[in-house]
């Protein structure tokens, strides 16, 4: 067998390998998606943890029901500081 094609069967078992790994990973991915999307959609909540003095809540704009969820939420959580960032 040729060098070339040595490296020919390498490259592409390489090749294959990778992109097995690639759609494992992006099952992976799914899953998790999935799973957090129906819990968004049961209104679970998702801060159980009790608050602390050094909480934050840090909103992302972009949406428009984002402001009013983290006012919601500073209420709720009694958080003393909340940063807004977008423009």
């Not at 943890?49 to 969820?69: H, N």
Request: no cysteine; glycine share 10%.
């Amino acid at each position: 067998m040729t060098r070339q094609r040595k490296w020919g069967r390498a490259a592409t078992a390489l090749l294959f390998a990778l992109a097995i790994a690639g759609s494992v990973d992006f099952g992976r991915f799914l899953t998790l998606y999935w799973k957090y999307h129906v819990q968004a959609l049961k209104g679970a909540e998702q801060l159980l943890v009790p608050s602390s003095q050094k909480e934050a809540i840090v909103v992302l704009t972009g949406d428009i029901g984002r402001i009013p969820r983290a006012l919601e939420l500073l209420k709720v959580r009694g958080s003393a500081h909340l940063l807004i960032s977008g423009a």
